[in-house]
């Protein structure tokens, strides 16, 4: 139907494989090539150079600036993910594509070092854009092994759904009640309006609801008197299981939080260090050329 | 014997009363037999209370009796009087038997009392007598009943009711209308859509459905009924249900028996089939007239017209206009050829195949329907993706049909009396190809709904739409230079099949050998292999299957089973042999597409000696896709959940790039083995959505996409029908700020869809109100990079695929 007039013929990505994986581990062959190809250049060039080749050699420059480029190549990635563009572009491709040639910076910048290290602002780019590589190699980490964790933990939940179970065990709560005296009340009210979901990236990451208000609801439950009327013991055995339930809700739902906050918290430290990153190859570039 | 009556008038539904009250005022002698202790039966059985509706509203009321919109309880009163102040005779507990003597002295007897003479018989006894009985297992048992009388005297019980019409809809709304009365209330409908209803009584149905007090199982159909349980089958499978109650409303086929031995012939041994009439009402036997239900018109309106006219007819008037002739000249004003209008309709229904079996009633209905056009030769009746799902007929002349885009030259013919466009009553597809006048020529235009409800009432006109559309697609299917000619022995034997959804059309290791179609759906190959049955392949529709033992003569090596509802064409064996030994070229194309395919069950099976669990695993994700309906689909959203990261890139991606709502969620869905089918539109090869587009709105794209175009009323039956919930009804938010000024300065909402919250306030500072409409996903139509979901994905887990190449063995490569 491609000759229709007005109609463009269009790709459709069918072929199923993992960014790592694509195109047959296209950019991590590039990748591997590039930083062979510059040590090769590299000691080729320090057998010849009376001093080791620093960031101030031709060399130097050639891979500082290749560096550089390739950082600010790399932090686009950020826009790229989020402009969205009707034309032939697979985020897919730039994640491969962003993570070998990410990698390879390893080489590259430290050749360009020259392994000259110092407290500086050169070594301090050095030092971020390391943090940044080894926090986006924690990403691959989390990207490799969790995302089977995340998907076997909720099965066919959606988080919607896990919200509006609480919310409905709640409304249960609120019922059976009812009969309850005041301190017995007290206690569900305090399950009902305290518990917290999620809480802080701390928390959700950690996955450490010690003081949660469910389970204190719980525990203090079990240590209310006996209550006078068979009416309010049977309720409280009722609130007991109710409780139980909700506790086991709330467990696989912060579960699924833990998960997504490792599978995202990386990129709490990729990304402030990639703009740190920029600030100080800025800095470390001016001041190069200010003090030549 | 007593008198002699000038007219006797049998059945006082609409149509007899409003006879008898025109003859009465007419001051013929007459009598008005009825067989119950009441007038209009048929509408003294409606429930309590019924809005009684009054359409089609262009048509103007002929008859001495009043009738307008309104309750059943004022109707019937007004008839009463109505009747009562023509003077008619009717005599109650007249309930007759047989009509015997001929045109100026019949004699009528009655069950019991004296017989009656007339010299004219009218019968209007409507459709009521025989309503069509439910035919699958356990259907005798008590609790299976044909008549609901007060829908009030049920409470708390599990009720199905079986039947699409007016009728099971307006019982179904009646059982759910008191929510204290506690009924759980089911309806089921044959089809996908309400065809055969009147519009009001399906908005009600929807509207009740959604307020969660009613549950509408489309294209289902009961299969066993058990004490307390009913099971259906669905296009997902079968499933069993809680049911103290069947209430089964399908419609009525006309007292044929009692109306034959009176000496009346129908136009068809088909059970549908209506008496033949002359344009004045009179039957094949002279003397006795026929109108209403009986004579094929189930609107009261119609029907009270038609009491009038036949007692004017009988009174010797010829040239009375009918009520809707001026409806119908106005329609037909403007063509060639100076017919009058009831010249135009026999015209029409003479020469256009599918009406043949229309009587000259319902020809005039149906004409108010549809659109008569001529064309010059080469006028162009369709181009080519045109959008357009009408059917058109061919009254006079012929078209060519432009097959080959490239060159407009090569053309095949259509001719006179065939029809053309049938695709579309199927899918809504554009046109497949630029269709123009080969001469002169005269088409009839008829539009999608009214050529469903054609098919629904006439049988024949259903056989020959399905003979067409299998000549056609086998022609389509086996190209070889094929001509019609060729296969005409063939389709002579060919059968159209419906098929439940796991129902097998072929058994592994049977001795039969036709060949089958798969007209639509879709079909699964298994085979068995080492006591398992192993996903061989997946037929789509479009293609055949029992190629190999029909060409060499051997037992059935695999099982090819529904995977949906499907309709298949078996095409018996010999003839087609006999097709190959005349077309060498028919036959060597065969044989290479059997050798692939027995390559690729070869491959499969030397696989599951050396890997077992890589084929078992291949074979139960095949199984657990089809039963995700994407047997129906022909691209559909798949996330491998190894890989996916949970960032809703693909939901962000598609809400950007549409007007801010994502149309698919991530999320929700099911899953098998890593494979999350989420809730995002399969662009169905049959959309259900499609089925009942009151602005047609929906339609196919070049790309294969089903979209909602921007005339959308808002109607939402397209969101009811979807059996996936992939269609909602929202309005655009409004527009964010650019999305740099979000990355730098924290502005607006961010990537993606809004929050609620944010639309809300944002709408109210914007003042604008937009209505709610129907959204969709469209497979980034026009897009040149393709899905939005797929692009954005920054690990490769969101993949489209089409059912044959994800169900290929391509999978079993990949242990
Ligand atoms: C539930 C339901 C809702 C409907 N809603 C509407 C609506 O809203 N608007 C609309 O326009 N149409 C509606 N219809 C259709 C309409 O009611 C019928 O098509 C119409 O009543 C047909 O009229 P009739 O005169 O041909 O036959 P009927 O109304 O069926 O009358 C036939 C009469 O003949 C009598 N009879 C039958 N056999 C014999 C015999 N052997 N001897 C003597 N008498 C006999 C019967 O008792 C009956 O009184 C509805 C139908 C149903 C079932
Ligand atoms: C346009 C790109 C770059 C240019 C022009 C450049 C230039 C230079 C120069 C001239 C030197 C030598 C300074 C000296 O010897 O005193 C140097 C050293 C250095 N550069 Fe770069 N550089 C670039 C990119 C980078 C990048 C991307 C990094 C790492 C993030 C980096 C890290 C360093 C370090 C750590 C040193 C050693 C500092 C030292 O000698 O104490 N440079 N660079
Ligand atoms: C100095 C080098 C790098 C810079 C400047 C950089 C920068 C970025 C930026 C800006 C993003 C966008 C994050 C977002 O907006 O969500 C990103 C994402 C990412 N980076 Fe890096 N990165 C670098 C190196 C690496 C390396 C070496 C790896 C892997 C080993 C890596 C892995 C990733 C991954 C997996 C993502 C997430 C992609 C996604 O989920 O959309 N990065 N990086």
């Not at chain 1, 092994?145 to 066919?156: D, Y």
């Not at chain 2, 008590?142 to 009030?152: M, N």
């Not at chain 2, 466009?421 to 597809?429: A, H, K, N, P, Q």
Request: charged letters at 20%; one cysteine or more; glycine letters at 8%.
């Amino acid at each position: 139907m491609s000759d229709v007039a007005g109609h463009t013929e269009r790709v459709r990505q069918r072929t199923h494989e993992g960014f790592l994986a694509y195109k047959g581990f296209r950019w991590a062959q590039v990748a591997t090539a590039l930083c062979v190809v510059a040590v090769g250049v590299y000691f080729v060039a320090a057998s010849r150079l009376a001093e080791p080749p620093s960031g101030g050699s031709w060399l130097g420059y050639l891979l500082g600036t290749m560096s550089a480029g390739l950082i600010v190549w790399l932090a686009c990635l950020g826009i790229r993910k989020r402009v969205i563009t009707a034309g032939h572009y697979s985020l897919k491709a730039w994640v491969s594509a962003h993570v070998y040639l990410g990698l390879s910076l390893v080489v590259l910048g430290t050749l360009h070092t020259g392994f000259q290290f110092g407290w500086n602002v050169h070594t301090l780019a050095y030092a971020l854009m390391m943090l940044v590589i080894a926090s986006g190699a924690l990403g691959i980490w989390a990207y490799a092994t969790l995302p089977e964790r995340l998907h076997g933990n909720r099965g066919e939940t959606t988080r919607k759904q896990m919200i509006e179970a609480v919310e409905s065990l709640d409304r249960q709560l609120a019922d059976l009640a009812q009969p309850l005296d005041r301190a017995g009340a007290e206690v569900v009210r305090r399950s009902i309006e305290d518990t917290e979901m999620g809480g802080g990236f701390w928390t959700r990451l950690t996955n450490d609801h010690r003081g949660c208000a469910n389970k204190r609801a719980m525990v203090q439950l079990r240590a209310l008197p006996n209550p006078p009327s068979a009416r309010q013991a049977e309720a409280l055995t009722r609130i007991e299981q109710v409780m139980k339930q909700k506790d086991a809700v709330l467990t696989k739902a912060r579960r699924q939080m833990q998960i997504t906050a490792m599978l995202e918290g990386w990129l709490f430290v990729h990304i402030p260090a990639t703009f740190a990153l920029l600030a100080a190859l800025t800095a470390h570039i001016v001041s190069v050329f200010a003090y030549w | 014997m007593s008198e002699v009556f000038k007219i006797a008038i049998i059945g006082s539904g609409p149509a007899g009363m409003s006879a008898a009250a025109h003859a009465a005022r007419k001051g013929l002698s007459h009598v008005l037999l009825e067989k119950t202790d009441h007038l209009s039966d048929t509408i003294y059985r409606y429930q309590k209370g019924k809005h009684v509706m009054a359409t089609p509203s262009v048509l103007v009321l002929r008859s001495d009796c009043e009738f307008d919109a309104g309750k059943r309880e004022k109707i019937l009163e007004q008839w009463d009087a109505d009747v009562k102040a023509a003077g008619v005779n009717v005599r109650f507990n007249a309930d007759v038997k047989a009509i015997t003597g001929d045109q100026g002295d019949f004699t009528i007897e009655l069950t019991k009392g004296a017989p009656i003479r007339a010299e004219n018989v009218i019968l209007a006894i409507g459709t009521q007598g025989n309503p069509n009985l439910m035919r699958c297992e356990g259907a005798n048992l008590p609790h299976v009943q044909y008549q609901l009388d007060d829908p009030g005297e049920y409470t708390d019980e599990h009720i199905f009711v079986v039947g699409s019409g007016d009728a099971g809809i307006e019982n179904a709304l009646g059982l759910a209308a008191d929510a204290a009365q506690g009924n759980t209330v089911t309806i089921l409908n044959r089809s996908a859509d309400f065809a055969r209803a009147k519009k009001a009584n399906v908005d009600a149905l929807m509207a009740t459905r959604d307020a969660g007090r009613m549950t509408v199982m489309t294209e289902t159909t009961p299969s066993l009924v058990e004490p307390g349980w009913i099971t259906v089958d669905t296009p997902q499978g079968s499933s069993r249900h809680r049911c103290d109650r069947i209430i089964a409303r399908m419609g009525a086929s006309p007292p044929r028996k009692f109306v034959e031995s009176c000496g009346i012939a129908f136009a068809s041994d088909s059970p549908g089939a209506f008496p033949t009439l002359s344009p004045t009402f009179e039957t094949t036997k002279p003397g006795i007239y026929v109108i209403g239900a009986l004579a094929g018109y189930p609107l009261i309106k119609h029907c009270m017209n038609q009491g009038y006219d036949v007692v004017e007819f009988i009174m010797g008037v010829t040239d009375l206009e009918p009520a809707d002739e001026p409806l119908l000249k106005e329609k037909l004003a403007g063509l060639p050829g100076n017919r009058k209008v009831s010249e135009w309709l026999a015209f029409l229904r003479e020469n256009v195949e599918i009406l043949n079996g229309l009587s000259p009633l319902q020809m005039r209905e149906f004409l108010l329907d549809s659109d008569v056009r001529a064309y010059k030769a080469d006028e162009a009746i369709f181009i080519r993706n045109a959008p357009g799902s009408s059917v058109f007929g061919i009254a006079s002349g012929s078209v060519k049909v432009e097959v080959d885009p490239s060159n407009p030259n090569i053309t095949v013919p259509i001719g006179k009396g065939s029809i053309f466009g049938e695709v579309g009553l199927i899918s809504g597809r554009k046109r497949g190809a630029t269709i123009r006048a080969a001469e002169p020529t005269i088409c009839i235009e008829i539009p999608r709904m009214a050529a469903l409800k054609l098919m629904a009432q006439v049988p024949e006109a259903r056989d020959t739409v399905n003979r067409i559309t299998s000549e056609r697609q086998v022609l389509q299917i086996f190209k070889s230079g094929l001509t019609p000619a060729d296969i005409q022995e063939v389709l002579a034997g060919a059968e159209v099949m419906e098929v439940r959804p796991g129902q097998a059309i072929i058994n592994e290791g049977d001795v039969s050998d036709d060949l089958y179609i798969i007209r639509s759906g879709s079909m699964i190959v298994e085979k068995n292999l080492g006591g398992k049955p192993v996903f061989m392949s997946y037929v789509p529709a479009g293609s055949y299957s029992g190629e190999m033992a029909m060409i060499e003569r051997s037992p059935r090596v695999a099982t090819v089973k529904a995977a949906i509802r499907s309709t298949v064409v078996k095409l018996p064996a010999e003839p087609f042999r006999r097709l190959l030994s005349r077309k060498p070229e028919l036959r060597k194309r065969m044989e290479e597409e059997m050798h692939a395919r027995k390559e690729i069950n070869a491959f499969i099976e030397s696989q599951k000696e050396e890997f077992g669990g890589a084929v078992d695993m291949y074979s139960s994700v095949a199984n657990f896709l089809i039963k995700q309906g994407i047997g129906e689909a022909t691209d559909v959203l798949l996330i491998d959940e190894s890989l996916c990261v949970g960032c809703d890139n693909c939901e962000k991606a598609c809400a950007d790039s549409h007007d801010g709502i994502s149309r698919l969620n991530r999320e929700a869905g099911t899953t098998f083995a890593n494979i999350h089918v989420p809730t995002s539109c399969r662009h169905c090869e049959h959309p259900h959505c499609m089925s009942d587009c009151p602005p047609n709105a929906i339609r196919r794209g070049p790309d294969g996409e089903v979209f909602i175009s921007d005339t959308c009323i808002g109607c939402g039956n397209c969101q009811r029908a979807c059996p996936y919930g992939v269609i909602q009804m929202d309005k655009p938010p409004p527009k964010k700020p650019p999305l740099w000024e979000w990355m730098l300065f924290g502005k607006g909402p961010g990537p993606g869809q809004p929050s609620y919250e944010w639309r809300k306030k944002a709408t109210k500072a914007e003042g604008a109100e937009s209505p709610k409409l129907a959204i969709k996903c469209d497979m980034c139509s026009g897009k040149p990079g393709g899905p939005a979901c797929v692009r954005a994905c920054p690990t490769g887990a969101a993949i489209r695929v089409t059912p044959d190449a994800f169900l290929s063995v391509a999978r079993v490569d990949r242990r």
